[in-house]
Nanobody, 124 residues
Framework: QVQLVESGGGLVQAGGSLRLSCATS????????MGWFRQAPGKEREFVAA????????YYADSVKGRFTISRDNAKNTVYLQMNSLKTEDTAVYYC?????????????????WGQGTQVTVSW
């Protein structure tokens, strides 16, 4: 079990930007890959982006490719999700998650640790 603390959510107008942060106390065997997921009311939790700590291998969901950027700061044990050109359909609770393997997966069940979630609301 690893503690993940998200921050940066809020209310933004369509076309605007937000940057989410996910901080860990330290990278461990359970944090080889860090991912971002989101879940809107009545919908399944869906994959957004993931990055491996060691090599920085990145994978994005098609729905956010070109608009969102995932990055890592190894010294700070923090991963970020820069969200630009936000759309109303991006509205969701965004979760940070950790996986104990460098192989990137896109399903929530593959991630063993989760943050509390942070609300992102995109308005017109």
């Amino acid at each position: 079990q690893v503690q993940l603390v998200e921050s940066g959510g809020g209310l933004v107008q369509a076309g605007g930007s937000l940057r989410l942060s996910c901080a860990t106390s330290e990278r461990t065997f359970s944090t080889y890959t860090m991912g971002w997921f989101r879940q809107a009311p009545g919908k399944e939790r869906e994959f957004v982006a993931a990055i491996s700590w060691r090599l920085g291998i990145i994978y994005y969901a098609d729905s956010v490719k070109g608009r969102f950027t995932i990055s890592r700061d190894n010294a700070k044990n923090t991963v970020y999700l820069q969200m630009n050109s936000l759309k109303t359909e991006d509205t969701a609770v965004y979760y940070c998650a950790a996986r104990g393997s460098g192989t990137i997966k896109t399903t929530p069940a593959e991630f063993g640790s989760w943050g509390q979630g942070t609300q992102v609301t995109v308005s017109w």
